[in-house]
């Protein structure tokens, strides 16, 4: 077969159809993902720097993008700029042409010459990782099983059963999900709601940032952006105050995916937070939130440091071939070795772009 299309850098105005180009490979999946305002936010607005874009073009029409974000990384103490993969994209009719390998490696020679970005990472699909470690030289660092605190066990089956179905038409999903302006956990820690990271949170970040040898980093400017600027993704964040004082923070989204009403945490921080004891009741006050909201179960992806605490709370780990959407942390790194070792990365879903 003749190759009809080309590869090019990105233009002003090919978002338009880019987010059609999603609709046609991911369908409604995340539907606020295919709305302009979102794609200007995570591709335009993004503080570490715009997106590298390429794109493949056929006869005008984008039929294939690969995209790369900038990622401010703290890399054993020192900050490093790297690239996130995320939105790789061929049209149905246009796989197996080997388009997706020619656009990152093209991607990858600009970053490199343009930016001297080596180290690209990310969160590659069941379709997409074989031509990731085949072709462009990546290593899948770890595999991240799929661990839910069940709050609604019956519902959860609901998608799988027509008698549950029956039994129950539809889920308790609220309109408004309530806001907890302010809880108490227990004497000494408070948890209460906020719409802005203020400065503050600059200092929780510097007091706490060497607990792993590569993490994402996560100051006010960078939180701000990621759950905030786009009320439609429906994040929640809440403040956590030890004694008076600043201790950290938790964000939660409530989301329906595939079928299932449920609640995800996307970050903790710092974790553990405290002590045992408080890192327990926030991972309690989660729960209930989610359950409050309606939610079948809560998930979560956290540092195995917190393992006893969530066995505490009943967590259960869904087996991999069971899970619709493994969840692989690969990376391409010309760093030292601590990068292909899952302990050294400190990994939430928040540093994903799945939830």
């Not at 302006?181 to 408070?190: A, F, K, L, T």
């Not at 327990?280 to 179960?297: D, P, S, T, V, Y």
Request: hydrophobic content about 40%; aromatic content about 12%.
């Amino acid at each position: 077969m003749n190759q009809t299309w080309q590869i090019r850098p990105y233009r002003e105005g090919d978002e338009h159809q880019i987010v059609q180009l999603r609709k046609a490979v991911f369908g409604d999946i995340d539907a606020v993902r295919l709305n302009i305002a979102t794609w200007n936010w995570q591709f335009k607005n993004n503080p570490a720097g715009n997106a590298w874009i390429y794109v493949a073009e056929d006869q005008g029409k984008i039929v294939g993008q690969y995209t790369a974000i900038p990622t401010r990384i703290l890399w054993k103490g020192r900050e490093q700029l790297c690239a996130f993969s995320c939105d790789t994209m061929t049209h149905p009719d246009f796989r197996n042409q080997g388009m997706f390998s020619m656009l990152a490696s093209e991607l990858y020679r600009f970053i490199s010459r343009q930016h001297s970005v080596e180290t690209v990472w990310g969160f590659p699909n069941n379709q997409s990782l074989p031509g990731f470690i085949k072709r462009l030289n990546w290593k899948v660092i770890a595999l991240y099983s799929l661990r839910i605190i069940p709050l609604r066990p019956l519902r959860m089956l609901r998608p799988y059963s027509r008698f549950i179905q029956r039994l129950m038409p539809s889920s308790p999903k609220p309109s408004n999900p309530p806001v907890f302006r302010s809880h108490i956990i227990s004497p000494g820690v408070e948890v209460f709601s906020i719409r802005k990271f203020r400065h503050e949170f600059d200092e929780i970040w510097n007091q706490h940032k060497p607990l792993s040898h590569i993490v994402q980093i996560r100051d006010s400017r960078y939180l701000n952006w990621r759950y905030c600027e786009i009320p439609e993704f429906g994040y929640v964040s809440f403040a956590v105050r030890h004694h008076g004082q600043l201790a950290g923070y938790l964000v939660i989204r409530l989301l329906e995916l595939k079928g299932h009403y449920f609640g995800a945490l996307m970050d903790l921080f710092p974790i553990p937070m405290v002590d045992f004891d408080v890192t327990l009741g926030l991972l309690g006050f989660i729960r209930q939130f989610c359950r409050i909201n309606g939610a079948e179960f809560v998930t979560f992806l956290l540092p195995d440091s917190v393992q006893k605490h969530l066995n505490g709370m009943g967590a259960i780990t869904i087996p991999n071939k069971l899970n619709p959407r493994p969840c692989y942390l690969g990376c391409r790194c010309t760093m030292n070795h601590k990068a292909n070792q899952p302990g050294g990365w400190h990994i939430t879903y928040g540093d994903a772009d799945i939830l």
